[in-house]
């Protein structure tokens, strides 16, 4: 009892602390790939710490909803977190049909990203409302028929099961299914967060943006609980992906967890990587980058079947 209390701790903690040094790596990545030096890796925190002692100024035409999103949005990113099993050692919270909830947690935060768009009243920030949206609609069915594939593969409807410690055994048998479920998340995982090709983060063009449009209006605090939200949202879902792609189990805890922050750092820069080499795409050429994502995870169930 009190080696799993050890271990719900430490794993809450590195859920509160790792994610934003990922997007530090992907900024340090992508300086080092085009030959500058960039900013520090923990960039992100000092922001974070900067924006928690500004204040805020909020528009008179916002109701409380404005004001809800960014707490919504670290609430079920944090939440969505404790049903992932970090190194594969169990989830604080685990029962049949997690992934359910899993998924719509996200969707719950990017209703109420969405709705605190629209609050606002302006017609520029409902523009980049309707594109989450859209998107949106794409990127789900691929993640549930990833996900799928590791229930069949595994017989089993929660999280802590799928990732945990029989998942390297099913790369030795359905090997193909998993790599096209890896490609499938990665591609869910790049548009979910608003990365390049689908989005860029730093962006400013009026006219391709998605998600920066979108949370305009806020600052102070709440611009930073919305990127401290994004940074646990790529955590999360990059644990997915790591989980399935690096399923190295040494039976210690300590190991597995250290494997577990290796294979993060590396997603990182591999996110990095592709944001150097690859342009964004137009916004018509997005759906069908999540088309295809649909049907890597249509092929690997069909794989996984045989």
Same mark, same amino acid.
């Given at each position: ?109 990017? =209703?109420? $990203?969405? !709705?605190?768009? /629209? *609050?606002? @009243?302006?017609?520029?920030? %409902? #523009? ?119 399923? =190295?189990? $040494?039976? !210690?805890?300590? /190991? *597995?967890? @250290?494997?577990?922050?290796? %294979? #993060? ?42």
């Amino acid at each position: 009892m009190l080696e799993r209390i050890v271990h719900v701790a430490v794993q809450l903690l590195v859920t509160v602390v790792v994610p934003p040094l990922l997007p530090g790596v992907i900024a340090k990545t992508k300086a080092v790939a085009a030959g500058r030096v960039g900013p520090p890796v923990l960039q992100p925190y000092y922001d974070l710490a900067k924006l928690a002692r500004k204040g805020s100024v909020i528009s008179t035409t916002t109701t409380w909803v404005f004001r809800a999103s960014p707490v919504v949005a670290v609430a079920t990113g944090f939440l969505a977190s404790l049903l992932i099993p970090l190194g594969g050692h169990g989830a604080p919270i685990s029962f049949t049909g997690d992934l359910v909830l899993f998924a719509y947690l996200f969707g719950l935060s990017r =209703f109420f $990203t969405v !709705s605190a768009a /629209l *609050d606002t @009243g302006s017609a520029f920030e %409902g #523009m980049g409302g309707a594109r989450e949206a859209t998107f949106s609609c794409l990127a789900e069915p691929a993640l549930f028929l990833g996900l799928m594939v590791l229930v069949k593969r595994t017989a089993s409807l929660s999280l802590a099961t799928m990732l945990g410690p029989a998942m390297p055994g099913e790369w030795q048998n359905a090997g193909a299914s998993l790599v096209l479920v890896v490609v499938s998340l990665f591609v869910v995982l790049l548009a979910e967060n608003c990365r390049v090709p689908v989005d860029d983060p730093n962006t400013h063009l009026e006219l391709t943006m998605i998600h920066e449009v979108m949370v305009l209006d806020h600052s102070g605090p709440a611009l930073g609980l919305i990127l401290y939200g994004a940074a646990i949202k790529l955590f999360v879902l990059g644990a997915i992906v790591v989980g399935v792609a690096v399923p =190295f189990r $040494t039976g !210690s805890f300590v /190991l *597995d967890l @250290g494997l577990f922050l290796a %294979g #993060m750092l590396l997603l990182s820069v591999v996110i990095g990587v592709v944001e150097s080499v690859m342009a964004r795409l137009r916004l018509r050429q997005v759906p069908s980058l999540l088309v295809a994502a649909c049907l890597l995870s249509g092929f690997a169930i069909l794989l996984a079947a045989r």
